[in-house]
Structures are given as C-alpha cells and as structure tokens.
C-alpha cells in the first residue's frame, strides 16, 4: 500500500519540502488548530506533534484533533515514549534515537509502542534520529552521547548505518531552540553519501539560514520555534517555504 511515508519521500525527491513541528506543551490545542491552518496555507507538506518535555497523554490527542480539525496535512506524531501515541495522528516517525545512552530510547520504547501503533491503525515512518551540538533539551532528555558540530564521519555512519537498517529517513537534530544549527558541512557531507531522505531541523527561524540548509542538502526543513508566539510567523513560513523551494 501506498502511504503517507511513501508519498512525502517521493515528493522530497522532486522538490525540498517543509514540515511544521507543534509542541502540544507550548500552546492551546486550540492555538494549534489556528497554527495549522496557517502552515497549510503556507505550503507546509506536513504537520508533526511532539515534544521533550510533555507530561499529558490527553494534551497530546487534544493538539492532533484540532489540527486534525483545521488542516488537510498528515499529522505525523514524533513521540519521545510510548505514552504519547495518540490514535488521532495518521502516521508516527518510528524513530530510534541512535546517540542515546538510554536504551529506552533506542528500542525499549518502541517494545511498547508498536503493540499500540497496531491497535491505533496508525502508520509507522521508521527513521534513524541523531542529536548533534547543542542538542538543547532533547539533548538532555535523550540522554544523547551528541555529535561534534564537525564531526561529519561519525554524523555520515549513524546515516548510513539507519539506511543499512533500512530506515526510510534520517533526521540531524541540533536541538529546539538551538543557537547554532546543523553545520552545511555536516548537512553535505551526509547528503553526499547517503540515500534516504534528509531531515534537519533545531534552529532553523529565518528564511537566509532555512535556505542555507536546503542549498546545503537537506531534503525536508523542520521548523518548531518560528511557529510560536510571533505574529509575523505566517509571513516568515510563507518566505521559508518559497526560498527552500527556490519560488
Ligand atoms: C526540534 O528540530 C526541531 O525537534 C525544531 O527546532 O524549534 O528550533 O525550530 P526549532
């Protein structure tokens, strides 16, 4: 069957996409639904839901039935445990957090929540996820042994090794927030010799650093933090999506 991960890795192949990030701790449920139907409206290929820090199941279900309510994108969810599978999403980042210490984050949580990806009907990404410097609170909360900012060898063997894994996507990760993002260098050196799609994300909130990175090689940016709390957010998407898009 043809499903939501097929359909966006052939389209990363034909142009460079975005995906919009909401943290269901930083806002309403309800300013969530108004957030998602701006970044549809802005050409935004793809809505996730998820955070570090969450502490509620039901703000989780809360956030995606809203945006669920307001958007026609997939609403994939990018869980940091089990407990936050929400049956309302369409699709989850089956994602292993490669660089943590903490097994749980690797595998150990995907023991449990696969029982409940199955019962919900919800269709699992699978994808390989690795924290590079700064790492920010995902970085903490990962456990996660981070990557050097220049240290493209071991950024390009998590990669390969999640497309030897025959993982769909590979996501570099600088952390929500973070001062510096994924290097151009790092993002090169990873696109030069790896095939799956290529998600980067964590710092990404102008328009000249969101182009940067998709000249650079990354196939998918994700923006969280220029989605928050900004009434010029809209504007700068729309600008974003276009610059990365080359529009
Ligand atoms: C975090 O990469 C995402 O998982 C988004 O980061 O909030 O810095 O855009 P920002």
Same mark, same amino acid.
């Given at each position: 069957m043809f499903g939501i991960g097929d359909r966006l890795s052939s389209l990363a192949i034909q142009k460079k996409l975005h995906f919009s990030l909401l943290d269901p701790d930083k806002q309403t449920p309800k300013m969530a639904g108004l957030i998602a139907d701006e970044v549809t409206a802005a050409g935004s290929s793809a809505i996730m839901v998820g955070g570090s820090t969450l502490s509620s199941p039901m703000q989780v279900d809360e956030t995606v039935r809203a945006i669920k309510d307001n958007s026609s994108l997939p609403v994939i969810l990018f869980p940091s445990g089990a407990r936050f599978l929400s049956k309302y999403a369409d699709a989850v980042f089956f994602m292993s957090l490669l660089n943590s210490r903490n097994l749980d984050y690797v595998i150990r949580e995907h023991v449990k929540g696969s029982l409940l990806i199955q019962k919900f009907g &919800?269709?699992?990404? @699978?994808? +390989?996820?690795? &924290?590079?410097?700064p790492g920010m609170t995902a970085g903490r909360v990962g456990d996660a042994d981070l990557i050097g900012q220049n240290d493209i060898e071991t950024a390009v063997g998590y990669a390969l090794a999640s497309e030897y894994f025959g993982m769909r996507f590979f996501y570099l990760e600088a952390g929500s927030g973070?001062?510096?993002?994924? @290097?151009?260098s790092m993002i090169t050196g990873v696109k030069k010799q790896v095939n799956i799609p290529? &998600?980067? +994300? +964590?710092?990404?909130?102008?328009?000249? !650093?969101?182009? !940067?990175?998709?000249?650079? +090689?990354?196939?998918?940016?994700v923006t969280g933090t220029a989605?928050?709390?900004?009434?010029?957010?809209? !504007? !700068?998407?729309?600008?974003?999506?276009?610059? &990365?898009?080359?529009?």
């Open positions: &919800i269709e699992p990404i @699978s994808m +390989g996820y690795v &924290i590079v410097e973070a001062n510096k993002p994924v @290097s151009d290529l &998600i980067v +994300g +964590g710092g990404i909130r102008d328009v000249k !650093t969101a182009k !940067t990175k998709a000249q650079a +090689g990354a196939d998918i940016i989605l928050e709390q900004d009434p010029q957010a809209f !504007t !700068t998407l729309c600008k974003i999506i276009k610059a &990365i898009q080359g529009r």
